[in-house]
Nanobody, 126 residues
Framework: QVRLMESGGGLVQAGGSLRLACTVS????????MGWFRQAPGKEREGVSC???????IARDSVKGRFTISRDNTKNTVYLQMNSLNPEDTAMYYC????????????????????WGQGTQVTVSS
């Protein structure tokens, strides 16, 4: 059984930092594409960043230079380091395994074979 558990969310002031972690069981993070998505109230879910199985990464334009995705194969965990946070980053953040992560098209499609975590809330105050 595949399980994804996010942690690290919280309340932070604008300009602050958080590091999200996604600990996975049931599959190997180094063998699949892993992604971070977010959904703010009243908005659609959007892809934030992903790392494919060969180590290529994508980040959406609004977080480039501020967010960094990484993985630790020994801990079977994927991280999202978030710096210079602003109120527009406020959302529920979800980890996904098996999402698309195409560094050429910068697409992060998801589908019925994508596994999801429960999410962790990030709130940035101004």
């Amino acid at each position: 059984q595949v399980r994804l558990m996010e942690s690290g969310g919280g309340l932070v002031q604008a300009g602050g930092s958080l590091r999200l972690a996604c600990t996975v069981s049931g599959l190997t993070v180094g063998a699949v594409n892993m992604g971070w998505f977010r959904q703010a109230p009243g908005k659609e879910r959007e892809g934030v960043s992903c790392i494919n199985w060969v180590g290529g990464t994508i980040a959406r334009d609004s977080v480039k230079g501020r967010f960094t995705i990484s993985r630790d194969n020994t801990k079977n965990t994927v991280y999202l380091q978030m710096n210079s946070l602003n109120p527009e980053d406020t959302a529920m953040y979800y980890c996904a395994a098996g999402s698309g992560c195409n560094v050429n098209t910068r697409a992060m499609p998801t589908g019925p074979t994508t596994y999801w975590g429960q999410g962790t809330q990030v709130t940035v105050s101004s």
